[in-house]
């Protein structure tokens, strides 16, 4: 395991931990996910329900609760609570019942789906019942670290010529590593047209990843999701097969930044108090909040996140979107 040369910084992202991995090979090499193996064997791993903490773990106060109210009629949550729209679980702050229908992760079980091997892209998952838009499908488990036994992590697995990765990167110094130890969800293949994304939640102030529908899903039709890859090094293969594909993991339509740039031409400048959600790079996923105040000046925004951070950015320069009031 290379020593000498590796600087550690508890700032290091996951991204910069790959860059010094290649740089220390002396050659080429094939840095390959699962999806682009040719012969792709199976790892053995532990199957768990939720995640286990190898770190801390980290429970902070929402500060969040909803203004739903239960009935006879209805659980008291539905696509207009507050908690929802924040991409927060209702907690025992909230005035609705115990049958609240915003608990996807406490209530909700898991899809049924099944492992099975695909022609190219090695194991994959297909639905074994129709999936509606917006359903919670499962959470992506393992085991929680932090960056710097990601980084050792990481030098072991390249030392045993180990090129199968699994890891979340969820925020700073929290990572989700299902290597060893997960669900199905580490089956879960890219696709350049998914049909789930992932959506980092708060549950009862802990940071935990759900895996949603984007649209209805069909039984028997494979599940996957955009892992948003980042390339580093050689160019890697798509395997997805879909009309839209781009041959390649990372490449994105030309174009695509500026069309939706585009998109957002409208009077954001005037919207405080606005629920949006944010895309955030490194965690390779979007984060909801709401516009708490602008400056005319700058013409930037500041962003209050569902996990209490905040962040003042151009929104003219950043991929965001409106949510639903």
């Not at 908690?83 to 609240?100: R, V």
Request: hydrophobic share 30%; with cysteine.
């Amino acid at each position: 395991m290379p020593g000498s040369k590796i600087k550690r910084h508890k700032q290091c992202s996951i991204q910069q931990i790959f860059e010094q991995m290649l740089n220390e090979l002396s050659g080429p090499v094939d840095f390959d996910l699962p999806c682009s193996l040719k012969e792709w064997k199976s790892t053995h791993y532990v199957p768990i329900k939720r995640n286990i903490y190898l770190t801390k773990r980290r429970i902070e106060d929402d500060g969040i609760f909803c203004s739903c109210t239960s009935s006879k009629s209805t659980n008291g949550c539905d696509e207009d609570c507050h908690c929802g729209m924040l991409f927060s679980t209702c907690s025992s702050s909230c005035k609705c019942s115990s049958n609240c229908a915003n608990k996807p992760f406490q209530y909700r079980a898991p899809k049924k789906m099944t492992v099975v091997k695909t022609e190219k892209c090695g194991f994959g998952l297909v639905a074994d019942e129709g999936i509606k838009q917006g359903d919670f499908v499962i959470e992506y488990v393992g085991e929680v670290i932090d960056d710097k036994t990601c980084e050792e992590r990481l030098w072991n697995m390249k030392g045993r010529g180990n090129t199968n990765f699994y890891l979340c990167e969820v925020s700073h110094d929290m990572v989700i590593d299902a290597t060893n130890k997960g669900n199905k969800s580490r089956f879960i293949n890219h696709s350049c047209e998914p049909n789930t994304e992932m959506q980092k939640w708060r549950v009862c102030g802990e940071t935990r990843v759900g895996i949603f529908a984007l649209r209805d899903i069909q039984r028997g039709e494979e599940v996957t999701y955009d892992y948003k890859f980042v390339q580093f090094g050689a160019d890697q293969n798509c395997y997805c097969g879909t009309l839209s594909c781009q041959k390649k993991l990372g490449n994105k339509p030309r174009g695509s930044h500026q069309a939706l740039l585009d998109k957002r031409k409208t009077h954001f400048s005037n919207c405080i108090g606005e629920l949006v959600r944010v895309w955030q790079p490194r965690d390779k996923m979007y984060l909801a909040g709401y516009i708490y105040d602008f400056d005319s000046y700058s013409r930037k925004h500041t962003i209050m996140y569902v996990d209490r951070s905040s962040e003042i950015i151009d929104l003219s320069k950043e991929d965001w979107d409106f949510l639903p009031l």
